[in-house]
């Protein structure tokens, strides 16, 4: 198309002056995603260093954390310089490549916790349902690319998307990694929601979800999975059992009162009360050791991590782009809040790792990757 | 650009921020209340919780899989160890520290200084995490502490497992150690483990870290178990939490899984045979199976004993054995290589009788030297041994022939094809570990490793063993098993089988053919004929332990250590510093037809084979000989052998 007919299709609102200086103006913002990615990381190390000093399995892990962040600063420097636009070219081939892994799990992964989730690379083991969640982001916002959303999703439309979301979804569960599945919904139901999905429909589904719920409810989850909800609804129906973990999870969170009994005092996590205190539950060994005062500037840390993530988004003029940077913001969106209500005892206990914080190299790199994606987003605005 | 066709979209979407930012707000929202209200409203209460925190789930050990020999002997067992913690914020609390430490100096026997040392090294860790202050108390140590324990507070008393080497010190470089694991091991070990998280390392944890302990690491452990325990606020247990009859998880109790056992090939009784032939000689013996490749004995002197190093060795146990210039912590038979002296002589032989250069009718005229260039070879025999064919030259280690021999083949590279083809210069591959491979010169070699061509001068101290070539007494053990069963190469092996607690074989070792040489019948008749000679026959190196009715083959060798003059050559080897004496090599056989077993002795410093090395080999084949061929090798057939006319040679034995 012309440059006139996009003139005409102007309004007073995309006058380019203002346009420029308010962008000259605030370039730096552009860089706020990975400013707040060395702040979370660096402050992640420093609790991480404490709740791996416990004299157990975690013991010494955070070195092996260091080298994973290593890893990804190199992985960083390489995803955010080439014009996204090769990850568009891509979108196909990295999300077969993703579920290839996964069937890769399925065949030769190894095992852990009764669960099977890593395939191992030499000394290495990757968990290839972690960057699934990338990887379905990349495919989604390719897939939409070129599908007008204005007037809402019909049911029709949403039959393809839904079909490459479950496969990638059916092999996660059957793993069985519970909390990725869960994150992986959630993201593409705020994706399709971001998209507009028309009223009608999202009438249907909430209907449908209502009645399948009791079902899956009854008959689709095992019964450890159920007793989970159930101890949810009332952790004290069984104290140091099934509830043992939230309700020790939740003292720690609370004994850690306004300022935290200090780096490495935490008695919750150093005296073992605490179940995976490295990985899923390492913000409650943070909150125990930090208190309700540097909680709150952590969550105040999040809450403009995601902001910067949406700002990205919103500021992008390429559909692609956009969608893609919604979709990365919500999976760190889900992510914390997920992760932080589990561990708050405000949801059923699920493995959902909270970004930058929690150990685990797999989690990690995919974190690390969006927000390159994210910078290489915000970069490449003007670069053409 | 795909703004011009998306702008309508793009612009659709940008008004939905609002709702998006609105879920932001709800959601951040939501966490901050919660940790408002757990920590801020309910903080008091939740501190107090945690104070009061009780129940905690502690590790029920797995006992570690048991080692035993062929027979079933008990080798490797497990003892309870005790040991005495100190937790310093309790000793804090106790407001008296300093006689609290006082005390405990005087019922453990430590020095104040050093209780207040390890302490300080730990400052940086919460205190209210115990501090190791001594290992392996005795009985007494336990009843004193225990009875001293309320006017101790924050000292304790707690059990371990140490593993306990029936037999002391025999043994133990090839049964190895276990220890506790480091900060710097635990990621690694536990990273190898990614595939069974349930046996996943934890920072108290034992480790293999040495022998048949650290490579059998996987069968050996067992899986740990749990239960939950009632504990006080700084953790230390009051009882098992069952016992108070409140309700608790209905997985409360997890037994634990011990590990699997070892069943070596190792017979206990030739292990002690070879410790007695040692006696204050140092060095390594092995024994193996020429059939199968079995390891019958494996023995290093000097050596440890693994219980005291079990649970964290005393600093000053370590200090000793790791700076013992005899190395107690080397396995000798894998890891240290020698040149093998005479012993190598039997491999110069094969490959020139292979090789057609020489037949049995050959003979030389040794005359106690030969000159190559304007240099002299020296034969040990100063006077010469006269005329001497390939089998004499065996029985009395004439080095002159085996010049003569070395000068008549093409290259050094023949006699390192057989040398390698028997298994010399490479790792054997014994399922121990840090095995040294040793060295096969060749001319390719040379020329790599010095960029210089071999001369011939260097073949000929290659061919009596004395040159570059390098060997582990495992390999010599190993040449001559292939050589006595007719060319068949093994890998030696000592597991033989892996049981689980109730004996049930969970994996059997299979003999593994390694290589195998096709030797002319004739070859292994003449060399083996020489070698029954080295002790049996007049003049026979080995000759003066010769005993009727109790026969044996073998080969010794001396190995100079360094080059010496020839003014020195001859000088008496017990008279030198013991550092400069000479190793005594040895490698026998017996019986003398259908070999069963194959005795490889390496005496260090012993100044030479037929007295230093041999008479270890001797006391491993008559144990060995008496007990698996009662019928022939009894003490009535011995006795009557003896009365046969001729019976005994007199030799004073040499090379």
Known sequence: ?384 | MSFIGNEEQIRFLQDRFKYIYGILFIGIGVLLSRMFFLQMINGDQMRQYSEENRIKRVKIPAPRGMIFDREGKLLIDNRPAFFVNITPQYLKESGKPKEVIEQLSRVIKTPVEEIERKLQKVKGQASFMPVLIKDNLNRDEVAALETWKINMPGVQVEMGISRMNIAKDVGSNLYGYIGKISTTELPGLNQLLASNSSRKYQLDDSVGKSGLEKQFEEYLRGVDGSELVEVDAIGRSIQIAKNKGRVLAQNQEEPSVPGKNLILSIDQDLQNAAMKGFGATQGGLIAIDPRNGEVLAMVSRPSFDPADLSRGADADIWAKLISDENHPLRDKTIQDHFSPGSTFKTITAIAALEEGVITKDTTFNCTGSISVGNRAFHCWQKHGHGNVNVVSALTHSCDVFFYRVAQKLKSVDDIAKYAMHLGLGRKTGIEVGREVPGLIPTEAWKQQRFNAPWSSGETLSVAIGQGYDLTTTIQLANAYASLVNGGTLYKPTVVKTIQNEDSKVIKETIPQILDRTNLKKETVELVTEGLWGVVNAPGGTANWLHTPGLEFAGKTGTVQLFTQKADKLYLKCTNMPYKQRHHGVFVGYAPIKNPSIVVAVFAEHACSGSHGAAPVAKEVIETYLKKYYPDVYNDKAIAEAKKKPGAVFQSSGGD
């Open chain 1, 1 to 384: 198309m012309s440059y006139t007919s996009m003139e005409t299709n102007l309004d007073q609102q995309f006058d380019p002056n203002r346009m420029t200086t308010y962008e000259e103006e605030f370039k730096w913002l552009k860089w706020v995603p990975l400013i707040l990615e060395i702040l979370l990381l660096t402050w992640g190390m420093i609790n991480l260093s404490s709740a791996t000093a416990v004299e157990d399995k975690s013991a010494g892990l955070w070195k092996t954390q260091m080298i994973t962040i290593g890893i990804g600063t190199v992985g960083t420097l390489i995803l955010m310089f080439p014009h996204y636009s090769f990850l568009s070219r891509l979108a196909y081939l990295i999300y077969m490549g993703n579920l290839g892994l996964l069937l890769a799990v399925l065949a030769v992964g190894r095992s852990s916790l009764g669960a099977k989730r890593w395939i191992g690379f030499g000394g290495f083991s990757l968990q290839p349902s972690e960057l699934m969640k990338l990887s379905m982001v990349i495919f989604l916002a390719k897939f939409f690319e070129n599908k007008n959303t204005t007037n809402g999703l019909k049911f029709k439309d949403l039959i393809m998307p839904t079909i490459f979301v479950l496969i990638p979804l059916a092999l996660i569960i059957v793993q069985p990694d519970l909390g990725t599945a869960m994150i992986l919904m959630l993201v593409y139901g705020s994706i399709l929601l971001f998209l507009r999905i028309s009223p009608k429909l999202l009438v249907l589904i909430t209907i449908a979800a209502a009645v399948a719920l009791p079902v899956v409810y009854n008959y689709g989850l095992k019964p450890y999975q159920r007793q989970r909800i159930t101890t949810f609804i009332d952790p004290m129906s069984d104290p140091k059992g099934a509830g043992y973990n939230s309700i020790q999870s939740m003292i720690a969170v609370g004994s850690g009162q306004l300022v935290g009994k200090g780096w490495k005092k935490g008695t919750q996590a150093h005296l073992n009360f605490l179940p995976e205190h490295h990985t899923d539950f390492i913000f409650s060994v943070f909150s125990e050791e930090w208190g309700f005062a540097w909680c709150s500037i952590l969550l105040l840390l999040y809450m403009l991590f995601i902001m910067s993530g949406l700002s990205v988004a919103y500021r992008s003029n390429d559909k692609f782009a956009t969608v893609l940077a919604f979709g990365i913001t919500s999976i760190f969106f889900w992510h914390i809040f997920v992760n932080m209500g589990m561990v708050m005892g405000m949801l059923p206990i699920v493995g959902v790792p909270l970004p930058f914080m929690s150990y685990g190299g797999s989690a990690l790199l995919t974190s690390m990757s969006g927000v390159a994606i994210l910078v290489n987003i915000a970069n490449k605005k003007y670069m053409f």
